[in-house]
């Protein structure tokens, strides 16, 4: 089989990595909420190595300090120079990126509504550029590619729970669509590489070896449901954050109208575990990872309530929460109910969540603690 396109340039470590035993994994967005929690994960593993790029919009480098200087992690500039880890250096996805390795989780998008609304134009450009970007360098090296998608491209959803064979009821010129439509194409892109470079579909056959090789785009879509835990931003705008951070700082908790929406909340070492899995399985997805717990805002905030300021109170001889529930205004396009189907990743992955909401939030409340210099009132 021969193409018209010339051969692209073989990069010279996929021979080496043959002879190597570590596995380099690039992680684009290592810098935020889920992508750090994935990097301490990975790294547990003394065969990898992890090359993290982030333009640090949303993340920050508190988030990877117990990496930084460890021999089995990098943060790189885009020109593929090495640097020093101390380094404050900016990689922004929607600049070419060369690097050499074998697994990218690619990541890097801002996921909170209030970020990604902040430069809706950046967003696409991440979501396609970067997504583009990323798939020219996994084709390129041979690496296998994981996308972060997300449970917003099913929009407002009109099948419930939702499962990956429904398509979405998605508004496409709304405020939300440089994030939902944003990673509809990036998932049309991960599929149409896979489609046009696919395993069995060498590219060129001048070179026996490298046709052995397989440059094939190995593509993995997580479909991503609402994710919390430890290291979020505090002022992030989703609202776990907000209720979290509202009842230590005894603010009222803004619920925003009608509050009868609904949400499934994933706590992020499930949500690791899943991606992992994912990656190191058969199947290309696209695939839910989340927690089918449903909780309407009112439910959610009552949980909090009682949770975290009920458990501080009640330290204090069962005194009742003196904390809020304040109702807001709504944003535009805020889907009105969501839960993920999670029938294949149970069946093709063998995972499903196993901390309860309950459970996850005095762990997050336990950061929050920390980083607002809150003490329980004991
Ligand atoms: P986050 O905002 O904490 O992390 C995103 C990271 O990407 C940040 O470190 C940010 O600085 C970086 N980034 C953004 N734009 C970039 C660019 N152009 N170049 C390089 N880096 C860039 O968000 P998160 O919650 O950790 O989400 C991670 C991924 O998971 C995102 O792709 C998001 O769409 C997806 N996701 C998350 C959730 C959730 O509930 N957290 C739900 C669905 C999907
Ligand atoms: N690309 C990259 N790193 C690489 C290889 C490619 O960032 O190691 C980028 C490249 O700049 C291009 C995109 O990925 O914009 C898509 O590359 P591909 O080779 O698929 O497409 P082409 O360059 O032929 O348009
Ligand atoms: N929400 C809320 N109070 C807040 C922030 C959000 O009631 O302070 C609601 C929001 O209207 C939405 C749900 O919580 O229905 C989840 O919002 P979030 O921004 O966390 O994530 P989304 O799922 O919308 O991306």
């Known amino acids: 089989q021969t193409t018209t396109k010339p051969p692209p340039t073989p990069s010279p470590l996929r021979f080496s990595k043959f002879f ?3 596995m380099r994994i690039l992680v684009t967005g290592g810098a935020g909420f889920i992508g750090s929690h994935l990097v301490d994960k990975l790294m547990e593993d003394e065969k990898n190595e992890v090359i993290v790029v982030d333009n640090f919009f949303t993340g920050s480098k508190d988030n990877l300090k117990r990496w930084i200087g460890h021999p089995r992690f990098e943060l790189r500039r885009h020109e593929g120079v090495t640097v020093s880890v101390t380094c404050l250096l900016f990689v922004d996805v929607t600049e070419p990126l060369l690097v050499e390795v074998d697994k990218i989780y690619h990541l890097a998008c801002p996921a909170s ?3 990604y609304k902040y430069n809706a134009v950046k967003t696409i450009k991440t979501n396609v550029i970067g997504t583009l970007n990323m798939l020219g360098l996994a084709k390129r090296v041979g690496a296998r590619i994981l996308l972060t998608s ?3 491209v099913y929009g407002d959803p009109l099948v419930h729970p939702q499962p990956e064979s429904y398509w979405g009821n998605v508004n496409p010129i709304g405020v939300r669509s440089c994030y939902d439509e944003g990673k509809r194409v990036a998932e049309t892109l ?3 590489y896979h489609r046009q470079h696919g395993i069995g579909c060498p590219q060129y056959s001048t070179d026996a070896f490298m046709i052995s090789m397989h440059f094939a785009t190995e593509i993995r879509i997580a479909r991503i449901f609402n994710t919390y835990g430890p290291r979020m931003n505090i002022d992030d705008g989703r609202v776990v954050s907000n209720f979290i951070a509202q009842s230590l700082r ?6 925003q109208a009608p509050g009868t929406q609904t949400r499934s909340f994933c706590y992020v070492s499930d949500m690791v575990d ?11 997805g696209p695939i839910n990872i989340g927690n089918p717990g449903e909780f309407t805002m009112i439910e959610l905030a009552e949980l909090v309530k009682e949770v975290i300021t009920y458990s501080q109170e009640a330290a204090l001889c069962l005194i009742s929460p003196k904390v809020e529930i304040k109702m807001v205004e709504n944003t535009p396009d805020d889907p009105r109910q969501r839960k993920p189907d999670i029938t294949k990743a149970k069946e093709l992955l ?4 196993k901390v309860k909401l309950r459970d996850g939030l005095p762990l997050m409340e336990e950061d929050f603690r920390l980083r607002l210099g809150v003490s329980k009132k004991i």
């Open 274 to 284: 899943g991606l992992i899995r994912l990656m190191e399985g058969d199947n290309t």
């Open 350 to 353: 063998g995972w499903e969540p």
């Open 113 to 115: 509504p209030i970020f």
């Open 20 to 22: 190597q035993p570590n």
């Open 150 to 152: 997300t449970s917003e």
């Open 250 to 255: 005894d603010e009222p908790l803004t619920v």
């Open 190 to 192: 991960m599929f149409d």
